[in-house]
């Protein structure tokens, strides 16, 4: 089980957990009407980094006006929690009316040990405390994307869940690069 708090700071920070983020797949303009397909996850966790967060802000809102805004984010890499259930069946992204190779088809026992021991590298499985309002849930890092900064820090008071503590982000984190990092074979 991991360890959460469930104050929000005065930024987003590395670890956050928001619900209800919106995803642009795509805008096409066609003879002057524009068609935009949004998607909204019900659950992400920001994996950027905690000094850029904390530089963009302190630069953003304290700063001295500068000959640069070179500190400044324009975007921030997150990534959707899955249902561990849903995930496990293979019906986590149904409702986009995709099918994936769940956990199910496999041997149950070893797949789902080694998915909670978060010993597969494009995953990492997060059990929550009861207090915290979310199911045991998992992060496909395949499925990272990035928030507008300034949207995120707009609907933070709002859309604020939990913070996944030091330990556990870092972890978070150490994995996300370890997966973007690995070297690709055909």
Same mark, same amino acid.
């Given at each position: 089980?991991?360890?959460?708090?469930?104050?929000?700071?005065?930024? +987003?920070?590395?670890?956050?957990?928001?619900?209800?983020?919106?995803?642009?797949?795509?805008?096409?303009?066609?003879?002057?009407?524009?068609?935009?397909?949004?998607?909204?996850?019900?659950?992400? +966790?920001?994996?950027?980094?905690?000094?850029?967060?904390?530089?963009?802000?302190?630069?953003?809102?304290?700063?001295?006006?500068?000959?640069?805004?070179?500190?400044?984010?324009?975007?921030?890499?997150?990534?959707?929690?899955?249902?561990?259930?849903?995930?496990?069946?293979?019906?986590?992204?149904?409702?986009?009316?995709?099918?994936?190779?769940?956990?199910?088809?496999?041997?149950?026992?070893?797949?789902?040990?080694?998915?909670?021991?978060?010993?597969?590298?494009?995953?990492?499985?997060?059990?929550?405390?009861?207090?915290?309002?979310? +199911?045991?849930?998992?992060?496909?890092?395949?499925?990272?994307?990035?928030?507008?900064?300034?949207?995120?820090?707009?609907?933070?008071?709002?859309?604020? +869940?939990?913070?996944?503590?030091?330990?556990?982000?870092?972890?978070?984190?150490?994995?996300?690069?370890?997966?973007?990092?690995?070297?690709?074979?055909?």
């Amino acid at each position: 089980m991991i360890d959460v708090e469930k104050n929000s700071a005065e930024r +987003v920070r590395q670890g956050d957990i928001y619900r209800n983020i919106e995803y642009i797949e795509y805008a096409i303009e066609e003879y002057g009407i524009i068609d935009i397909s949004k998607i909204v996850f019900p659950l992400i +966790v920001v994996l950027t980094q905690d000094c850029d967060l904390q530089q963009d802000y302190t630069f953003r809102l304290h700063g001295e006006p500068k000959t640069s805004q070179d500190k400044y984010l324009l975007s921030v890499l997150v990534a959707p929690l899955y249902n561990a259930d849903q995930f496990y069946l293979g019906e986590h992204l149904s409702e986009l009316n995709l099918k994936m190779a769940g956990f199910e088809s496999r041997s149950k026992k070893t797949a789902n040990k080694s998915l909670k021991n978060n010993e597969v590298p494009r995953y990492h499985y997060l059990d929550f405390p009861n207090d915290i309002p979310i +199911v045991s849930s998992v992060i496909d890092f395949k499925h990272y994307f990035s928030v507008n900064i300034e949207q995120l820090t707009a609907i933070k008071d709002t859309n604020f +869940v939990c913070k996944v503590s030091q330990l556990y982000r870092e972890d978070i984190s150490q994995r996300f690069a370890s997966f973007l990092s690995r070297i690709g074979l055909p």
